[in-house]
Each structure stands twice: as structure tokens, then as C-alpha cells.
T-cell receptor
């Protein structure tokens, strides 16, 4: 089954404790991206990647890092999480640079 | 950068009625306009999309219209059903992963 898998789905952590949200897709897509969803703000792009070892900042990259060492994986790293990073995070992948996005189920992160 | 405005933020309709959600965008370089449906606890899923060389597209009860001159596009759902209840997002893209989403519309279809 074609899918984008995120882990963990739910996480409560404390300020400053490094965490990684993993994302994996099995569709051989070149393009992957991370979004955060906040009430009243919709979906905002954090980082995106157009291929292995090629990443770039989206609209809200502060406080986040990403890496793309393999085509299927695109982890999101919060080196020192803060409460304003409490949000619902989505990973997405796509076959083309300008087409349908396939989203994961989301990861709800709470930073205390 | 691109700015996408979406209205209304909430919409309640009676089952069987039509629902219309409107979006405007600011950057004339945007050329791809998808609509996503997000059900509770799930990720958004594409329901219909339109490219800038097309004015209208239909898929059963769903249609999207695009007015490039006015920089606005709309989602039309006819004969609404309870399973249409969800959050709908419009988006504008100019390619290379530069996608900007609207804030979302929570649609409630009342049986």
C-alpha cells in the first residue's frame, strides 16, 4: 500500500530535549516536505527536499533541521524544542515538483 | 511571497444543499491550485486540482473554477452528504515545492 509513515504519532516532551520525527514514503517520490498545522494558520511549510542531499527552507524553518540521506526518508529534527513548537506536524511527498502531495497521518507534538 | 486567503472559515449546510468555498491568491506566478480534504485525525487528501491553463474542472459532485485575472478560485460541492463534513484547504503553487495553503474551511453538513 502506497503511504507516508510518520513516527511518533503523539509526543509530549519538555523544553530543550532534542527530538526527531521520522518520515518514510514507499512511493519512490523525489519530493518531500514538512508542514505544521496550527489553528487559524492553516498548513505552513517548514522545509522541503527535491532529492537526496537537496533541502531548502520553507516559510517557517526556525528551530528545525532536516536531512535527506536516502530517497525514502526525510526526518524532522528539533534540536532544542520550545513551547511555540507545539503543533500538529505533517510530512508529505510528491512525484513531481508541482503536483499532488501525499500526506502522512500527522504527528502531534506538545512541548512543555 | 505568495499569500492565499480562504473564506469562509466555517460553513454549515443542510444535507443536499450546495457548498462553496472561495480562495484568492496574490502571486500571478502560481500555476497549480489543489484542494485538500482533511478528515478528523487524518492527513489532508487531494480531492481535486486545477492548473492555470484551465478555467473549470469537475469530478462528480465536486467542481473547481479558476479566474486568473481576478486571482481567485473556488470549490463547489453539490448535493452535500454527511461524509462531506471535514476541513477543506485550498492551496496555490508555483512549482518546486513552493506551496502556500489557505487557513482551511470547516464544513459541517447537517443531516
Amino acid at each position: 500500500e502506497a503511504q507516508v509513515t510518520q513516527n511518533p504519532r503523539y509526543l509530549i516532551t519538555v523544553t530543550g530535549k532534542k527530538l526527531t520525527v521520522t518520515c518514510s514514503q514507499n512511493m519512490n517520490h523525489e519530493y518531500m516536505s514538512w508542514y505544521r498545522q496550527d489553528p487559524g494558520l492553516g498548513l505552513r511549510q517548514i522545509y522541503y527536499s527535491m532529492n537526496v542531499e537537496v533541502t531548502d527552507k520553507g516559510d517557517v524553518p526556525e528551530g528545525y533541521k532536516v536531512s535527506r540521506k536516502e530517497k525514502r526518508n526525510f526526518p524532522l529534527i528539533l534540536e532544542s524544542p520550545s513551547p511555540n513548537q507545539t503543533s500538529l506536524y505533517f510530512c508529505a511527498s510528491s512525484y513531481t515538483h508541482n503536483g499532488e502531495l501525499f500526506f502522512g497521518e500527522g504527528s502531534r507534538l506538545t512541548v512543555l | 511571497g505568495e499569500n492565499v486567503e480562504q473564506h469562509p472559515s466555517t460553513l454549515s449546510v443542510q444535507e443536499g444543499d450546495s457548498a462553496v468555498i472561495k480562495c484568492t491568491y496574490s502571486d500571478s506566478a502560481s500555476n497549480y491550485f489543489p484542494w485538500y480534504k482533511q478528515e478528523l485525525g487524518k492527513g489532508p487528501q487531494l480531492i481535486i486540482d486545477i492548473r492555470s491553463n484551465v478555467g473549470e474542472k469537475k469530478d462528480q459532485r465536486i467542481a473547481v473554477t479558476l479566474n486568473k485575472t481576478a486571482k481567485h478560485f473556488s470549490l463547489h460541492i453539490t448535493e452535500t452528504q454527511p461524509e462531506d463534513s471535514a476541513v477543506y484547504f485550498c492551496a496555490a503553487s508555483m512549482g518546486y515545492q513552493k506551496v502556500t495553503f489557505g487557513i482551511g474551511t470547516k464544513l459541517q453538513v447537517i443531516p
